[in-house]
């Protein structure tokens, strides 16, 4: 594909998402910035539906993420969750939802749309729409999506404000100690893999 626009803006939409987004912004040279992973935002879109289903409030009135790899580790920032930018626990009694049960049906929902459907075209293409219109439009929307983290040595999923550059801001989360010890196993196994996917 060199050589690239200095404007270009990669986007990613295959699996292992992050060690291909990775990869990619490794190879073509391109400010990490532009090279960007669909990442945990469908698996973001489909637990604001679980929760929704759950609390009977609309999923649009719910921000909440499914970070780090997207994969086994992911994990849900239930501290970070909110309605209405009111925390998740101070809305609904405590036990109204089953967060781990949540939590999984997230993670093992692909699987079992596969098992059944044989695949997962819509919502993948519903989420790369998404993404593309934030850049070509610079809409400025708060996305979860797989990219470069220096500190993590790795691309990974953490929320970043989306627009015409490709990543215009990271949105910094005050995750609570067992989340960010997610993180950073997350982190982990996924350089693992990049080190596998090097010596390939």
């Given amino acids: 594909m060199k050589p690239f626009k200095e404007n270009t803006i990669l986007l ?10 990775y990869l990619a912004q490794q190879i073509s040279g391109l400010p990490p910035t532009q090279v960007i992973g669909s990442g945990t935002f469908l698996d973001s879109a489909r637990l604001r539906g679980y929760i929704a289903e759950g609390v009977g409030i609309a999923s649009s009135s719910i921000d909440a993420f499914v970070l780090g790899e997207h994969g086994e580790s992911q994990f849900v920032a239930w501290s970070r969750a909110t309605i209405a930018g009111v925390p998740l626990s101070k809305v609904i009694p405590e036990g109204q939802i089953d967060r781990v049960k949540i939590a999984q049906d997230t993670k093992d929902k692909a699987a079992h749309i596969i098992e059944v459907k044989g695949a997962t075209n819509y919502g993948i293409g519903a989420v790369t729409a998404s993404i593309c219109k934030s850049i070509l439009f610079n809409h400025r929307n708060v996305r979860p999506v797989s990219h470069y983290i220096d ?14 550059e490709g990543i215009v801001q990271n949105i910094p989360l005050t995750l609570d100690e067992e989340e960010q010890k997610a993180l950073q196993k997350s982190a982990e196994i996924i350089r693992g893999f990049i080190v596998d996917a090097e010596k390939a």
């Fill in 12 to 21: 990613l939409v295959a699996n292992p998402v992050d060690v291909l987004t």
């Fill in 151 to 164: 500190e993590l040595k790795c691309c990974i999923s953490l929320p970043v404000v989306l627009g015409r």
